[in-house]
Antibody, heavy 117, light 111 residues
Framework: EVQLVQSGAEVKEPGESLKISCKGF????????IGWVRQKPGKGLEWMGI????????TYSPSFQGQVTISVDKSIGAAYLQWSSLKASDTAIYYC??????????WGQGTLVIVSS | NFMLSQPHSVSESPGKTVTISCSGS????????VQWYQQRPGSAPTTVIY?????PSGVPDRFSGSIDSSSNSASLTISGLKTEDEADYYC??????????FGTGTKVTVL
């Protein structure tokens, strides 16, 4: 059974940089895609982008293109989401999820990012 | 822009049936598969329906999905409603550029 484990909660100030991680455990293979999804407090799910674990092929949602960077370290089966300069509006829970070609499953437990001065 | 709209909330008594709609705009909902996710408070989403009407193992057959091309919408039906079904539900599909799209989400309350 595949599990995705995300890095812990972060509290940052506006303008700071951040990189959060998502690591797969179990039978996770390098021919899978990992997607990132944002959920602002009390709001719905927003697809941010997706990356292939094997060849790092990446697609961003137009809403997030240029705002974040998605990367992967296939040697350890991990995906990353990073910001160079955080804003208060980036405060949210960020989920990673494997995409098997059909649905997003499984999901990580989520990483809470709070950006506040 | 392809968008998926859902009712903000639905509520029903235990044992009854609820149907959640997912209305597509800016494209045909029948062009790509629709998935449905359940998100209980404080938890990550899990799949309850994939490829329009298939249930993952472990999801009770009280959950069913369908597509109505004439109304350009998908539906999730939960029959024999239980208190444990109280959650937020999201539909998900793709747009013409293979970008993923989530619906606006529906809060199901079991009275």
């Amino acid at each position: 059974e595949v599990q995705l484990v995300q890095s812990g909660a972060e509290v940052k100030e506006p303008g700071e940089s951040l990189k959060i991680s998502c690591k797969g455990f179990g039978h996770i293979l390098t021919n899978y895609w990992i997607g990132w999804v944002r959920q602002k407090p009390g709001k719905g799910l927003e697809w941010m982008g997706i990356i292939h674990l094997g060849d790092s092929d990446t697609t961003y949602s137009p809403s997030f293109q240029g705002q974040v960077t998605i990367s992967v370290d296939k040697s350890i089966g991990a995906a990353y989401l990073q910001w160079s300069s955080l804003k208060a509006s980036d405060t949210a829970i960020y989920y990673c999820a494997r995409h098997s070609g059909v649905e997003f499953d499984p999901w990580g437990q989520g990483t809470l990012v709070i950006v506040s001065s | 822009n392809f968008m998926l709209s859902q009712p903000h909330s639905v509520s029903e008594s235990p044992g009854k049936t609820v149907t959640i709609s997912c209305s597509g705009s800016g494209g045909s909902i029948a062009s790509n598969y629709v998935q449905w996710y359940q998100q209980r408070p404080g938890s990550a989403p899990t799949t309850v329906i994939y490829e329009d009407n298939h249930r993952p193992s472990g999801v009770p057959d009280r959950f069913s999905g369908s597509i109505d091309s004439s109304s350009n919408s998908a539906s999730l039906t939960i029959s024999g409603l239980k208190t444990e079904d109280e959650a937020d539900y999201y539909c998900q599909s793709y747009d013409s550029t293979d970008h993923y799209v989530f619906g606006t989400g529906t809060k199901v309350t079991v009275l």
